[in-house]
């Protein structure tokens, strides 16, 4: 067993990344590559990489000066104590406000109808991304002595304690507002009520791992790991923002220079079959390419005799076909049997894997039938739904069953008794 894990993780430099999209994409999904050097770390086809992210340093800044603490004093957190900086860094997720930590602030909310006066007098404002300082501004917070583009958020007390109420007493609304807001928008809601340091970290969520669908052989990629990842970038309350862990490997990691805590995450189910004879269906599209890529690098390794198909897709063909050189190769060797593309935002209608599926139902269950595995990764709310039932209906049509027979067939049969129908969604 690996020696390292999630609480005693490798520190790895990260030796590549690019963007994988083409110049008009309005995506942007990046390749990373990581040195495993002399950890000993071992992985197959089909694992996933835990990476350990920091919080933005500039984000870390403007809260500690939005709540006037240094970052040196000291709180204790679930892994002992250490400086109110290294806290918000590395041992809580201070990009999004938690539930837990909004209704710890109940007891302290004045319920009385008085209401408190708040007025700006000193403001900071840092870039979203490399921390260099854009504005440092103090005033005396009378008159016309404010900062340039302020919002004077008024008489607070009463409003915010009908903000906690109506937070702590409906879900949806909970829901909306942590969703969207991290501690510095936290903070101007209810900041006035004031913070110790111990009380700025209780209730906030322990900073997690995230992992990813490895995208290399190990035995194809010897001594590296690699990853297909989304870069999730967006805007809320007039501020721009990123992913934890996606903003931290692609605007805070430096090539050949930044550690990187990662670790293993092993699959017992999501494998390729151990006869390399058997055929494969793989459906992938978006970053639900990656352990396909591994899928095909160790299938091409091993010399494996069994056919290869792959469903992927994504908006368009100009901007989204990731890895494209590599399938062109696949195809002109003979690795990739069939390629089946989708484009959605092509051409006057929306084109999805599941489409492409149901048009090529009657090939997919010749190969089903005569064992083919079938194997779906990328997004669990909708394509994971929508290739089940596909398959469902193709099983149903071309297999010669009724509705509920293809049904069985496919979650008893395929999925259960013979485990031959995988999935790695999230």
Partial sequence: MSVWSAKNPYHSAMIQNFVLNGKKSRKETRHIVFELGGSGLEYK???????????????????????????????????GTCSLREALTDRFEIHRVSKKWIEGLGNRLSKDSGTVGMRIVRRQRFSSTDGILLMDWQGSGTDDDFPEGFVEIGATGDSAASLWDNLTSDPSAMEDYIWSRDYIDAIADFGHIGFSPQQLVDGMDRLKPRLYSIASSPDFEQGTVHLTVAIVRYNHHDRDRTGLCTGFMADRCENNASKVGVFMSPTRSFVLPNDGSTDIIMIGPGTGIAPFRAFLQQRDIDGATGRNWLFFGDWTEEGEYLYRDEMDDWKERGVLTKHDLAWSRAGPEKVYVQHLMKHQGEEIWKWIEKGAYFYVCGDKQYMAKDVHSTLIGICSEYGGMG?????????????KAEKRYLRDVY
């Fill in 45 to 79: 086809a089909g694992d996933a990489l835990g990476v350990i992210p920091r919080c933005p340093p500039s984000l870390v800044e403007e809260l500690l000066f939005a709540t006037n603490f240094s970052g040196d004093e000291e709180v204790e957190t679930h892994l």
């Fill in 403 to 415: 509705s509920d027979e293809a049904k069985d067939f496919v979650e008893n049969g395929m999925m």
